[in-house]
């Protein structure tokens, strides 16, 4: 690994004593971990059945290390959304965010999901999540993270702050602004962070993350909280922004969370004219806990503006367009889902409840898509199976993690099943992986063509 030697020489003079020791951590291997997707089993479930030897991370009850020489990538519980594989440390910022059920949360900077998909476990279903991500290949990405987690209250866009601010005012009880940085926590995991690191790239950084943090504010409710977090060390981007951003907008204050053990304090001593309090933001080291390192800042919105009119989303009200929808979920659900409905062009979605009108906003997913109006009939999507469980569906195929069935399946193949016809719910172990249509003793693939096992 080649570390910028300017970067080296910065941190030398910040850490003094300490530095030998941050220093050394480079040459430990990086740390990995996976986080159990509570909204498809529980911890203790996952804990009984994974084929990965697991470590837990303290500060996260979901949050496992696994060994260098597994593979959850290449899992057929990978598939069906069991767990996300994310950076230790990186875990913290969900637990702080600390979201609820019922409750309106953003996203700022989603992609490709990590934070977003720990959020939508903590909602468990309920309340408004809106993941943004700027660039659309990485908003893309993460819409499909989104579906294979089984998310169904969640919608996603690929927007600047600035225009969603102009469209959410006060709207927001939780904010995460997980921002681009210069990425100094990701030299162990990325050799491109190394080559891109410049100390011109961290001024740049800083101004855009002022930009962010700036209509991010305008978004959150009154006693609304704005959680700020990077994976990166220069205090220009940590303590510095958030001084600055407190600075200029006296309607936030600096709240003080418990700390996990191992967690480091803010430095005020590395910023001229620290904010109050910022002592009380966070500093994960990778010298000093099993992580790769993030700065992580709680903010509280104490004044502000309130009642602000609302414009909802129109929900789909003509019947006739939701017949052949209908017709499918009387023949494959044991109840239907209930809620209100959205269209857009041929593909069909449920809405989270208290949907503002996304009008003129470049959406990617209104919500939980359930499927395609094709003619004179309803084909339901990837997005639906990932979300259903064996329980709400009057058909399921059921094959073993480790049997040549799940395999064919997963590679696209047609399989022999014997069965009165219509849409099975795929499962490996019991959770859900996808939809098969049964006919003629043959069960049609419908695994995306996108996500096949394609030479695996
Ligand atoms: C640190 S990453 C987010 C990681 C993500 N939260 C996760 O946990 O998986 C920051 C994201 O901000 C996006 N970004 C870059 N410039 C931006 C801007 N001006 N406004 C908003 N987001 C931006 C990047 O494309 C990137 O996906």
Redesign the pocket.
């Known amino acids: 690994m080649n570390l910028p030697s300017d970067f080296l020489v910065k941190m030398k003079d910040l850490l003094k004593d300490e530095y030998e020791d941050f220093y050394k951590s480079y040459q430990d291997p990086k740390k990995q971990g996976l986080r159990v997707n509570t909204l498809k089993v529980s911890i203790d479930h996952f804990i009984e059945i994974s084929p990965f030897a697991l470590d837990k991370i303290p500060w996260v009850k979901e949050g496992f290390f696994y060994k260098d020489e597994e593979r959850p990538g290449k899992h057929p519980y990978h598939e069906a959304g069991l767990y996300y594989i ?1 950076e230790p440390s ?1 875990m913290a ?1 969900g637990e702080m965010l600390d979201a609820q059920p019922g409750e309106k949360v953003l ?10 998909t720990h959020i939508a476990a903590k909602m468990n279903q309920r309340g408004f999540l809106l993941a ?4 659309p290949a ?1 908003a893309k990405i993460l819409s499909q993270n989104i579906e294979r987690m089984g998310i169904k209250n969640c919608v996603v866009t690929n927007e ?2 600035a225009r969603l601010a102009e469209r959410f005012p006060a709207y927001f009880d939780r904010i ?1 602004v ?4 210069s990425g100094e926590g990701m030299f162990r995991k990325d050799p491109n962070a190394c080559a891109e690191w410049s100390m011109e790239n961290v001024a740049l950084c800083v101004s ?1 993350q002022l ?2 943090l700036k209509h991010a504010g305008n978004m959150l409710k009154l006693g609304g909280r704005l959680v700020y977090s ?2 990166t060390f220069s205090p220009e981007e940590n303590e510095g922004v958030i001084s600055h951003f407190l600075k200029e907008d006296s309607r936030f204050k600096i709240e003080s969370v418990v700390a996990y053990e191992g967690f480091g304090e803010g430095r005020e001593d590395w910023v001229s004219e620290g904010a109050l309090d910022i002592d009380k933001t966070f500093r994960l080291w990778p010298h000093k806990l099993q992580g790769e390192g993030h700065f992580i800042a709680v903010l509280t919105k104490v004044d502000g503006d309130e009642g602000f009119k609302r414009k909802y989303v129109d929900v789909l009200k003509d019947q006739k367009l939701l017949k052949d929808y209908v017709q499918f979920a009387k023949e494959t659900f044991i109840e239907s889902p209930k809620g209100d409905f959205i269209l857009f062009g041929d593909s069909l979605y449920m809405l989270p409840g208290g949907t503002l009108s996304l009008k003129n906003l470049k959406v990617l997913r209104p919500g939980w898509h359930l499927g395609t109006n094709k003619k004179n009939r309803f084909e339901p999507s990837h997005a639906l199976a990932l979300s259903l469980k064996g329980e709400e569906v009057r058909h399921t195929w059921c094959v073993g993690k480790d049997s040549n069935e799940i395999e064919s399946y997963l590679r696209g193949e047609s399989l022999a099943v014997k069965g009165s016809k219509g849409w099975y719910l795929v499962e490996v172990d019991g959770f859900s992986v996808g939809w098969g249509k049964l006919a003629g003793d043959v069960l049609k693939n419908h695994y995306p063509k996108g996500l096949r096992w394609v030479g695996k």
């Open positions: 994310q990186a910022v996203d700022l900077c989603a992609a490709p999901g990590g934070k977003t943004n991500e700027i660039h990485r600047t702050p995460l997980d921002a681009p940085c855009r930009d962010i990077t994976c």
